[in-house]
């Protein structure tokens, strides 16, 4: 596979792993928002990206850890649950907290069906697991001195703690839909969010670890704008004081002079969630021509 994704780059590239599946498209969207245009891979493994120096691999988060680790990969996007389940030796470059649908950590829970007279993780000893994360599992039960069996899970783990197996350790956001099958949670393994990852020899290059550094700067950006919009109104200066107590700027905000001596112009950046209930507030304190634009990036 190194030969396959190195073969025919040539020149200065970074090798970046794109998750392949449910984080795939707003993965895409991620780097969209930072500037970058990726094609549509279709049957294709290999996204085209507008930067002559990067090339991209769409891989399963499950490997992504283990192929940046080997080197296959300069960098990857994954969760911290398969860095430690793969027990990878890789850099972590920045926590990239975006999903499919919520910014919630997962959750790796301990579950047993409803009716199991399993009440902790200590009445699991001789007991089977089942899981998709069998080293952390492992890792977990070691801890709490628990000896059980763990066994590999391909699928519809949530079923597995009815005969198959006495308890399993599965993925949630919530927990609502472990307690829609029936299924009690125990206890909680670990909690994950996304993650950029690099190879360590990747970063001790400087040519490459300015580039990644650079790529992780953006998509940092992109992330911290999402909950911000800038705001942009006319103040009169009389008025200017009262309208400074409403705004929550994420730095102390702008004022430029206008042709008019009696006017400024006001520039802020502020939550999304608050800017709805700001505008009348700063509509009836005088301000005017207020405009609000949503922000692609913030680069601290």
Not at 55 to 68: D, G, I, K, N, P
Not at 172 to 192: P, Y
Request: charged share 30%; hydrophobic share 40%.
């Amino acid at each position: 596979m190194n030969s396959l994704i190195r073969g025919d780059l040539g020149g200065k590239k970074i090798v970046i792993g794109i998750p392949k599946g449910s984080l795939q498209n707003s993965t895409f969207e991620l780097f969209r928002k930072a500037g970058f245009s990726l094609g549509d891979p279709g049957r294709s493994y290999f996204p085209t990206i507008d930067d002559d120096e990067i090339e991209c691999v769409l891989l399963r988060s499950q490997e992504m850890a283990r192929y940046v680790e080997d080197g296959v990969l300069d960098m990857g996007i994954t969760g911290y649950d398969w860095v430690k389940e793969t027990n990878s030796d890789v850099v972590e470059i920045e926590e990239l907290i975006y999903a499919k649908q919520s910014k919630k950590p997962i959750k790796w829970v301990l579950a047993v069906a409803e009716e199991s007279d399993i009440k902790s993780v200590e009445d699991l000893n001789g007991k089977i697991v089942a899981t998709e994360v069998v080293n952390l599992t492992k890792q977990y039960l070691k801890e709490k001195g628990v000896d059980a069996k763990v066994e590999f899970s391909w699928g519809a783990t949530e079923i597995k703690a009815r005969g198959v197996a006495d308890a399993i350790v599965d993925v949630t956001e919530t927990g609502s839909s472990l307690r829609a099958n029936n299924l009690r949670i125990i206890d909680t393994l670990l909690e994950s969010t996304t993650r950029l990852i690099a190879n360590k020899e990747s970063v001790k290059d400087e040519w490459k670890k300015k580039k990644i550094e650079g790529l992780a700067m953006l998509l940092k950006g992109v992330l911290a704008a999402e909950s911000k919009v800038e705001m942009l109104m006319n103040v009169r200066n009389v008025d200017l004081d009262n309208i400074l107590k409403i705004l929550p700027a994420l730095n102390t905000p702008t004022i430029s002079k206008l042709s008019n001596p009696e006017w400024v112009d006001v520039i802020a950046i502020v939550d999304k969630v608050v800017a709805r209930k700001m505008i009348p507030l700063l509509k009836a304190a005088g301000a005017e021509g207020i405009v609000e634009i949503p922000i692609n990036r913030i680069i601290d």
